[in-house]
């Protein structure tokens, strides 16, 4: 037998405990379909079978390792070692408070990358290093509150063909209920454009919308990030999701946290076959106007 736990951190492949249904955990898509800021995809380790509601990926274990490039012909235990994993999570989230620093060999990234301008990069502190399984990425500091909160990764090497994980987080289980990047940046806060993913944002503030936040994911808006929201002063959100089901649904979620704050909203959505992360700064000026430079 075969640990499935084990199988996942030899492929670097990023993974949590679902909080809320016993014998479940989240994996990060490997369909190679999406981004998938936090796991998304569901493992039934009682029938040890998985499906990614973002995209529709799923089946049985076997699938998982084929899709992984895994021998699938191998077979697997997992309700055991979920036991001990998640007994060993508890006790070290109760006694150690996990702390990460920019590593000691970081070298400055600034050069433009994935249609972002090497001014923004170099604004967002991106780094390269050859530690924590990083060696292939472009690496960004993520903050709040003045502290890093985790290192989030892209894989360096655009528009080829590996086995590595298109992104990276460390640590992989960073929490992000409460985080809206970079909100420390934001001078003014009474007005935020909330978007998806991390290249969303870069794009936007590259296009001087410098009151832009990264939500890290459509999943996880709840009542601790409309707080953090409420708390820093803002009275108008336009939230700017991707123009698709997932999207839709994500910001009419959001829209309902927000408004129960007695924060104004507003919805926009990309023009069809478009992407936050990858409009010109006159297809944004069509939506939004003049940018809003804090």
Same mark, same amino acid.
């Given at each position: 037998? =075969?640990?499935?736990?084990?199988?996942?951190?030899?492929?670097?492949?990023?993974?949590?405990?679902?909080?809320?249904? $016993?014998?479940?955990?989240?994996?990060?898509?490997?369909?190679?379909?999406?981004?998938?800021?936090?796991?998304?995809?569901?493992?039934?380790?009682?029938?040890?079978?998985?499906?990614?509601?973002?995209?529709?990926?799923?089946?049985?274990?076997?699938?998982?390792?084929?899709?992984?490039?895994? @021998?699938?012909?191998?077979?697997?235990?997992?309700?055991?070692?979920?036991?001990? &994993?998640?007994?060993?999570?508890?006790?070290?989230? $109760?006694?150690?408070?996990?702390?990460?620093?920019?590593?000691?060999?970081?070298?400055?990234?600034?050069?433009?990358? &994935? +249609?972002? @301008? !090497? !001014?923004?990069?170099? %604004?967002?502190?991106?780094?390269?290093?050859?530690? =924590?399984?990083?060696?292939?990425?472009?690496?960004?500091?993520?903050?709040?509150?003045?502290?890093?909160?985790?290192?989030?990764?892209?894989? $360096?090497?655009?528009?080829?063909?590996?086995? !590595?994980?298109?992104?990276?987080?460390?640590?992989?289980?960073?929490?992000?209920?409460?985080?809206?990047?970079?909100?420390?940046?934001?001078?003014?806060?009474?007005?935020?454009?909330?978007? %998806?993913?991390?290249? @969303?944002?870069?794009?936007?503030?590259?296009?001087?919308?410098?009151?832009?936040?990264?939500?890290?994911?459509?999943?996880?808006?709840?009542?601790? &990030?409309? $707080?953090?929201?409420?708390?820093?002063?803002?009275? =108008?959100?336009?939230?700017?999701?991707?123009?698709?089901?997932?999207?839709?649904?994500?910001?009419?979620?959001?829209?309902?946290?927000?408004?129960?704050?007695?924060?104004?909203?507003?919805?926009?959505?990309?023009?069809?076959?478009?992407?936050?992360?990858?409009?010109?700064?006159? %297809?944004?000026?069509?939506?939004? +106007?003049? %940018?809003?430079?804090?």
């Amino acid at each position: 037998m =075969h640990d499935l736990f084990s199988i996942l951190n030899k492929k670097q492949i990023e993974y949590t405990v679902n909080p809320n249904k $016993k014998n479940e955990i989240l994996i990060k898509c490997v369909s190679g379909l999406h981004e998938d800021a936090n796991p998304s995809m569901r493992f039934d380790l009682d029938k040890n079978v998985f499906h990614c509601f973002s995209c529709g990926f799923g089946g049985s274990y076997k699938k998982l390792l084929k899709a992984i490039h895994e @021998d699938e012909s191998i077979e697997i235990e997992t309700k055991q070692t979920y036991k001990i &994993k998640k007994l060993k999570d508890k006790l070290h989230n $109760k006694y150690f408070k996990l702390d990460i620093e920019i590593p000691g060999d970081a070298i400055n990234f600034n050069f433009d990358f &994935k +249609g972002v @301008d !090497s !001014s923004t990069i170099k %604004e967002f502190e991106a780094f390269t290093t050859s530690q =924590h399984g990083l060696a292939d990425y472009i690496c960004f500091p993520v903050y709040q509150s003045g502290k890093i909160r985790f290192i989030e990764g892209r894989y $360096k090497l655009l528009n080829v063909k590996t086995n !590595s994980p298109r992104y990276m987080r460390k640590p992989v289980n960073a929490k992000v209920s409460d985080l809206l990047f970079p909100l420390d940046k934001i001078k003014n806060k009474s007005h935020l454009i909330l978007v %998806e993913g991390l290249f @969303d944002m870069l794009n936007l503030w590259q296009h001087g919308y410098k009151n832009t936040v990264c939500i890290f994911g459509t999943n996880n808006f709840k009542q601790e &990030k409309a $707080k953090v929201i409420d708390d820093a002063g803002c009275k =108008h959100a336009i939230i700017f999701m991707d123009n698709d089901v997932s999207g839709r649904k994500a910001a009419e979620a959001i829209q309902s946290l927000l408004e129960a704050k007695d924060i104004e909203t507003e919805i926009i959505y990309p023009p069809e076959g478009r992407d936050p992360g990858d409009m010109t700064k006159e %297809e944004l000026m069509m939506l939004f +106007g003049e %940018e809003y430079d804090t």
